[in-house]
Nanobody, 121 residues
Framework: QVQLVESGGGLVQAGGSLRLSCAAS????????MGWYRQAPGKQRELVAT???????NYADSVKGRFTISRDNAKNTVYLQMNSLKPEDTGVYVC???????????????WGQGTQVTVSS
């Protein structure tokens, strides 16, 4: 079993910054892709950013230039630095990890519980 624990959410004024962290623990051989998704009230969950084990990143158009995703492979941790926050960035931010639990085996998809980010205008 693998657990993902997020931290760093909170309330911030528009234009402010927050840094989210997500640490994975448990039966981990390697983590291929880690990422952040968000869900606003009444809306579907959407991708924010992903990062591969090798460091290749992908961002939603709405956050490009403002958010930066990074990871520490030794700590199985992914970060999301969010700058110039806007009210429309408000939502529950959920960590995702695609985990291989054995040297030879399938990839499993895991989700964290989520952390609330609220940006006031």
């Amino acid at each position: 079993q693998v657990q993902l624990v997020e931290s760093g959410g909170g309330l911030v004024q528009a234009g402010g910054s927050l840094r989210l962290s997500c640490a994975a623990s448990g039966s981990i051989f390697s983590i291929n892709v880690m990422g952040w998704y968000r869900q606003a009230p009444g809306k579907q969950r959407e991708l924010v950013a992903t990062i591969t084990r090798g460091g290749t990143t992908n961002y939603a158009d709405s956050v490009k230039g403002r958010f930066t995703i990074s990871r520490d492979n030794a700590k199985n941790t992914v970060y999301l630095q969010m700058n110039s926050l806007k009210p429309e960035d408000t939502g529950v931010y959920v960590c995702n990890a695609k985990v291989v639990t054995a040297r030879i085996g399938p990839e499993y998809n895991y989700w964290g519980q989520g952390t609330q980010v609220t940006v006031s205008s």
